[in-house]
């Protein structure tokens, strides 16, 4: 076997050697849980808002809304270009607290699993506290929500069902 047809062999191998490397290091990152950051809000009257940044760059955040009855929890996060407002609670085990896992929402307490996209339960102790929506805007760079929403999303989730 000629010289330059060991080199070619060589370089095909090594390339398929590398392929195979590439290829598995992103399938464990797409597995990975994303951990959600604790972000504030900025509240003026009935608006809401957080940066889009911020969503974009964690991919995961977590933010609270003082009310005079307490502290309620909410999520924001990136998926396929979207950006998702959602409760942020898992009543039965009482967690405040989700991680993203590719398209699918893990409570952080119980490991229930829900969709991403759709706030639907797919397995686990809480899956019948389906995660409600907040609807919102995007403004001058800021994801842009009313308080009332973002009650009735948390009212809607600490009932059993989609209301």
């Not at 307490?109 to 339960?121: E, I, N, S």
Request: one cysteine or more; glycine letters at 10%; charged letters at 20%.
């Amino acid at each position: 076997m000629g010289i330059k047809r060991k080199i070619i062999i060589g370089f095909v191998l090594l390339t398929m050697i590398l392929n195979i490397v590439a290829c598995s290091g992103n399938s464990a990152q797409s597995n990975e849980s994303i951990k959600a950051i604790w972000i504030e809000p900025q509240v003026v009257g009935d608006i809401v808002s957080i940066p889009v940044s911020e969503v974009e760059n964690s991919k995961m955040t977590h933010f609270k809304l003082v009310t005079l009855g307490g502290d309620i929890a909410f999520m924001a996060y990136g998926l396929d270009g979207e950006i998702y407002v959602r409760s942020n609670v898992c009543p039965p085990c009482w967690s405040v607290g989700f991680s993203l896992q590719r398209d699918i929402l893990v409570c952080d307490t119980c490991l229930t699993t829900f969709k991403a996209k759709t706030g639907d339960g797919i397995e686990g102790a809480c899956v019948d506290y389906p995660k409600a929506a907040v609807p919102y805007e995007v403004s001058d760079g800021k994801v842009v929500m009313r308080g009332n929403d973002l009650l009735a999303a948390d009212q809607n989730t600490n009932e059993l069902g989609w209301p």
